[in-house]
Nanobody
Framework: VQLQASGGGFVQAGDSLRLSCTLS????????AAWFRQAPGKERELVAA????????FYADSAKGRFAISKDNGKNTQFLQMNSLKSEDTAVYYC?????????????????WGQGTLVTVSS
């Protein structure tokens, strides 16, 4: 199984971005999905997660009301819609998939990781 993330870029504060992550070598309906991020000098943190069906979701406090995670199992793809971006959202964003199929806030519960996509928000 491999994950390929895309969609990062350089934006201004207040702008929006949509990250995508495509899974190959498997079926996304078999996995829960999540987005993590890692800012320079900081630990990797969970941003959002969803169960295998995409019907239950979890958001970190920093993401609530601004970000939305979704899955399209038919296309083997997950998304992170990010609105009202702030400079503190600047980070490398990683998609992840878990065979547990349920939401987990623990990095170690995720079995597969994408390569990361850089989001830079200028104030």
């Amino acid at each position: 199984v491999q994950l390929q993330a895309s969609g990062g870029g350089f934006v201004q504060a207040g702008d929006s971005l949509r990250l995508s992550c495509t899974l190959s070598g498997g079926t996304f309906s078999s996995y829960a999905a999540a987005w993590f991020r890692q800012a320079p000098g900081k630990e990797r943190e969970l941003v959002a997660a969803t169960i295998w069906a995409g019907t239950r979701k979890f958001y970190a406090d920093s993401a609530k009301g601004r970000f939305a995670i979704s899955k399209d199992n038919g296309k083997n793809t997950q998304f992170l819609q990010m609105n009202s971006l702030k400079s503190e959202d600047t980070a490398v964003y990683y998609c992840a998939a878990s065979r547990r199929r349920m939401i987990s806030i623990t990095r170690g519960d995720y079995d597969y990781w994408g390569q990361g996509t850089l989001v830079t928000v200028s104030s």
